[in-house]
């Protein structure tokens, strides 16, 4: 199967083999998807009983506000898994969409079709706790009253993901606004003092702490 190797490195077919793993997709996928940029995968309102899995590309979990303000909540890249915490939970619909941001493919599966594999509850459990450690940092981050407070909370969690000073983050400028739930003209005055006191470096989407 063209994508195994991705398979076979996400959590939900740990300890499974190619051949296990391309049975399964055979027998339970819903849809090999391809999407362009900024399609819409999965649509906030639409029945939670659908999650997928990014083969190529890259897609963001995020939710639009009564303003029209957007909030991302995680970027997702090949092998990772999105919406599995709603199509296993007892949400009758999505509260949040799943958008590609680059021409992608996804494989979608149903929640009731993979719960009917017992050797799976076991990767569900540490692929949802993974997913809740990216929402606590996001919390962490958001959590603070300043827009200086919330990069630099979460400048300092990618560096101890990174085991770095020097990290590449997934956002751009308005993307990172959006994370943090913040202005883009606040997050720019933000990072210019910071550079200017010599707390960073930033360069497009790598910074130095």
């Not at 339970?28 to 906030?44: N, P, S, T």
């Not at 090949?78 to 958008?99: N, Y």
């Amino acid at each position: 199967m063209e994508y195994a190797a991705i398979l076979q490195d996400c959590y939900l077919f740990h300890g499974f083999s190619p051949e296990e793993i391309a049975a399964f997709v055979h027998k339970w996928h819903r849809q090999i998807r391809f999407c362009g940029k900024d399609e819409i995968i999965l649509e906030e309102g639409s029945a939670a009983d659908t999650f997928g899995i990014v083969l190529d590309g890259k897609v963001q979990v995020e939710k639009y506000d009564y303003r029209g303000n957007r909030n991302i909540f995680a970027t997702l890249l090949p092998g990772q898994l999105f919406a599995e915490s709603f199509a296993f939970s007892d949400m009758k619909a999505f509260t949040i969409q799943v958008r590609a941001v680059a021409d992608s493919q996804v494989l979608l599966l149903g929640a009731r079709d993979v719960l009917s594999k017992g050797a799976f509850t076991e990767n569900l459990l540490r692929a949802i706790a993974n997913k809740n450690i990216l929402f606590d940092h996001r919390i962490e981050a958001i959590s603070k009253r300043r827009t200086r407070e919330k990069l630099m909370a979460y400048l300092h969690i990618q560096r101890e993901i990174a085991q770095s000073s020097t990290f590449t983050i997934p956002y751009n400028r308005q993307e990172l606004a959006d994370y943090l739930g913040v202005d883009r003209s606040g997050l720019s005055v933000a990072l210019h003092k910071l550079e200017k006191m010599g707390v960073l470096k930033a360069d497009g989407r790598t910074f130095v702490l």
